[in-house]
């Protein structure tokens, strides 16, 4: 008999939703039958999108969530106020085992919050990781954490790498990925205290292939698979890379319109640069995943189109089917005796 | 009477020494008669090069420093050890005001270093940062501190404010330029315990035009004139501004070489492309000044050619007659004072 992945779907979270969402969802039960995706969200506005497709009856259900979180809405408020919202009412479906996995383009904090308060973690796990994939020159890397933990500790670090590795091996497919901290230089002795701390607790993990420093410079070079950070950094990394690339692509465009000859290079040129460009963007990984829940969340792009939120739901099935969140409490759990 | 801005010049440091920088100072001192740079470096190798050009007697001098600091050598041990490296040679001169500045394409960890320990501190500076120029969408922005200081406490970060803004509004020339803190949302209760602590001070900041928290995805678009960070956040993102740069344009010319169509179109483009990527280009503005200390020491990129090391030089031109140090130290001890 065939396992089930169920997916809750936040309809009503990003820029796109319902449309692109819905259309998203549609997508993934059309292509595979392993897989039934929770449509939470206002019933009536999702059933009309749902009208404009033919889909196989029974892999699409529609959750009635009244409430909407805005961006804008301070997180643990929202959370706490908003208790009929498709992200609260999604994420309640994981705690109760209704459904394996929560996905949603909505607001961040309120998902980061949802996932410690409603979702809540795995014992043993100090703080729960966000782990968006980056594209570079080579491939794509992991970036953990660009969540919400500032100010974290070392152990928390250590945890994040275990994690991130589980993840980047077992999900994405990459054999005994390079784990790399962030850092300022490439020796050892460099660094800030917390770096300091961390580095030797990441060459004894015998869980991870660590191999060292990873200079911010390399990261879009491909320099290591698994990128270590806390949060802060994490967060700047994330957000410069997306502000650069889109500055960077800007100042080309420009550059390609700016004279008549340019123009009729840039006609030419276009398809074939658009290729390249395409192959240097990480949606079609699916959406950053919130390790060491009990269950899955994971948060898509706010301006997400239907390719990101199937390659998302697809991505809630490898997970529950490579059974990461077992792999990831006995890792933790394991290096917890260890330590005592 | 002329005043002369006396220039240090290390004439062995970057991976275009010292035909490059020989170069530079030539051309510097071909084009105005109020600079005088001594170039420091091996003697018969720097008059070899010299010989190549004709330029004003008396305007370039050559001061014999026999050793060379390595990029891979320990800087606190390199400076200590080779007392007469073109480095320690120059940052004396500097010491001894027998030249207002100091340039080097070399180490930047020694010339962190030696900034602190030969050059030394102005009275009332805690710490000396390292503050590069960095390209945007609509100009140019001071990223400060990128240095040696990790784990910066709040009223660093407060200095390195007041010393950005004096800096880019005198010798940069932003009128008020607007000053904010790099973090990872924009309202003020965001953000690690550092920013949370250093945000108030500079809110309250009089000397400044403070206009709040800046997030990375905000920086390439110009979101800030001055972006304040400690030193391990502000290394990421330049080296990731680097990293990133390099790797998309490594990527897009890939795309325009991909098929015959497009290499067609690359040619008729390339010329107006080169030069818009050119304007986001931050080498014309000179080196980054190491700010707090007494006389200025310039970081000029490792691959800076002759036209960096000669803005570099009009740079520290400027620098002293806009008496930048003196600014500093007013307003350093000004706000010392107000503390006690």
Redesign the interface.
């Known amino acids: 008999m065939q396992t089930i992945t169920k997916v809750a779907l936040d309809a009503m979270g990003g820029d796109n939703a319902p449309g692109e969402i819905v259309k998203g969802a549609v997508n993934a039960v059309s292509s595979r039958s392993d897989i039934k995706v929770f449509l939470v969200g206002q019933e009536d506005v999702v059933k009309e999108e749902l009208k404009k497709y033919q889909y196989p009856d029974g892999q699409i259900e529609v959750i009635h969530a009244p409430e909407i979180i805005e961006m804008a809405e301070p997180p643990v408020q929202a959370i706490r106020k908003k208790k009929q919202s498709s992200l609260v009412v999604g994420m309640n479906m994981v705690k109760q085992k209704e459904a394996d996995a929560f996905v949603s383009a909505g607001s961040s904090g309120a998902i980061l919050v949802g996932g410690q308060t409603i979702v809540g973690r795995i014992k043993g796990v100090k703080r729960p990781p966000l782990a968006p994939i980056i594209p570079?020159?080579t491939g794509i890397s992991l970036l953990i954490d660009c969540g919400a933990n500032?100010?974290a500790r070392p152990e928390h670090l250590l945890q994040f790498a275990k994690m991130g590795s589980i993840y980047m091996e077992n999900v994405v497919g990459v054999k005994n990925p390079r784990v790399a901290i962030?850092n300022?230089g490439a020796e050892e002795e460099k660094?800030?205290?917390l770096?300091k701390e961390t580095f030797p607790l990441l060459r004894d993990c015998k869980d991870i292939n660590f191999v060292g420093s990873i200079?911010?410079?390399?990261?879009?070079?491909g320099g290591a698979d698994v990128i270590v950070c806390e949060?802060?950094?994490g967060?700047?990394?994330?957000?410069?890379?997306?502000?650069?690339?889109?500055?960077?692509?800007?100042?080309?465009k420009?550059?390609?319109m700016?004279?008549l000859?340019?123009k009729?290079?840039?006609?030419?040129?276009?398809?074939?640069?658009?290729?390249?460009?395409k192959?240097?963007d990480a949606s079609e990984y699916g959406g950053a995943p919130l390790l060491g829940l009990n269950g899955l969340v994971v948060k898509t792009h706010g301006s997400s189109k239907a390719q990101e939120v199937t390659n998302s739901i697809y991505q809630c099935v490898t997970f529950r089917e490579q059974k990461i969140n077992e792999i990831i409490q006995e890792k933790i759990i394991d290096s917890d005796e260890k330590e005592e």
Do not use: C, Q, W
């Open positions: 570079t020159e500032v100010d962030v300022i660094g800030n205290a770096v200079e911010a410079r390399e990261i879009p070079h949060a802060f950094v967060n700047v990394i994330l957000k410069l890379y997306e502000g650069l690339s889109s500055t960077l692509v800007g100042v080309i420009r550059g390609l700016s004279t000859k340019s009729m290079g840039a006609l030419l040129a276009l398809p074939a640069l658009k290729k390249t460009l192959a240097f």
